[in-house]
T-cell receptor, first 113, second 116 residues
Framework: GDSVTQMEGPVTLSEEAFLTINCTYT??????LFWYVQYPGEGLQLLLK?????DKGSNKGFEATYRKETTSFHLEKGSVQVSDSAVYFC????????????FGSGTRLLVRP | DVKVTQSSRYLVKRTGEKVFLECVQD?????MFWYRQDPGLGLRLIYF???????EKGDIPEGYSVSREKKERFSLILESASTNQTSMYLC???????????????FGAGSRLTVL
């Protein structure tokens, strides 16, 4: 079945460092891809999305490009802030199931001042 | 902004008790979802509903049931709680099919359930 694999955390960075969180997927056809973020004590919220190959999603300085050749959707940010500390989830919506969002296991990011 | 409200942030129940988790959304969304969140496992779909009185099993429905009598309210029921149901439960809602890309899930803050 369809699935999402994320790099294990926690990822610990100093403020202003470059961030990459790897995400790869297995799916039939071309799913829609998402990154959600969960700040401490809160529910998940959408960070960015891409619905077709080569699309780049971006928001709040974060970017991710839909790469069908490598079935990847890696999350990047050029300069992280302490306020970016959170858990990040990569997710996909399969083409054959419009209502299901399949999540990766999540990657915790801790940014130190 | 869409608001999804989960009535209880923290609950402690005993094994065998019947547990109700309530979720209400205020933006007339068609679809509502219950997920379970566990460390290292991410979020797993328990049940979802695409219309009033309609429900579909997700990936881990065993031990759970749901009720959607009104469009804005979606309840998760544990008929007889067990210790392995100790978890964080997240409710979400959306308008339309998620494959459109324009429609995304909006989540509540979660309900942390401990079963002793």
């Amino acid at each position: 079945g369809d699935s999402v694999t994320q790099m294990e955390g926690p990822v610990t960075l100093s403020e202003e460092a470059f961030l990459t969180i790897n995400c790869t997927y297995t799916a039939t056809g071309y799913p829609s891809l998402f990154w959600y973020v969960q700040y401490p004590g809160e529910g998940l919220q959408l960070l960015l999305k891409a619905t077709k190959a080569d699309d780049k999603g971006s928001n709040k300085g974060f970017e991710a490009t839909y790469r069908k050749e490598t079935t990847s959707f890696h999350l990047e940010k050029g300069s992280v802030q302490v306020s970016d500390s959170a858990v990040y989830f990569c997710a996909l919506v399969p083409r054959d199931s419009s209502y299901k969002l399949i999540f990766g296991s999540g990657t915790r990011l801790l940014v130190r001042p | 902004d869409v608001k999804v409200t989960q009535s209880s942030r923290y609950l402690v129940k005993r094994t065998g008790e019947k547990v109700f988790l309530e979720c209400v959304q205020d933006m007339d969304h068609e679809n509502m979802f219950w997920y379970r969140q566990d460390p290292g496992l991410g979020l797993r779909l328990i049940y979802f509903s695409y219309d009033v009185k309609m429900k579909e099993k997700g990936d881990i429905p065993e031990g759970y049931s749901v009720s959607r009598e009104k469009k804005e309210r979606f309840s998760l029921i544990l008929e007889s709680a067990s210790t392995n149901q100790t978890s964080m439960y997240l409710c979400a809602s959306s308008f339309g099919r998620l494959t459109s890309g324009a429609n995304v899930l909006t989540f509540g803050a979660g309900s942390r359930l401990t079963v002793l």
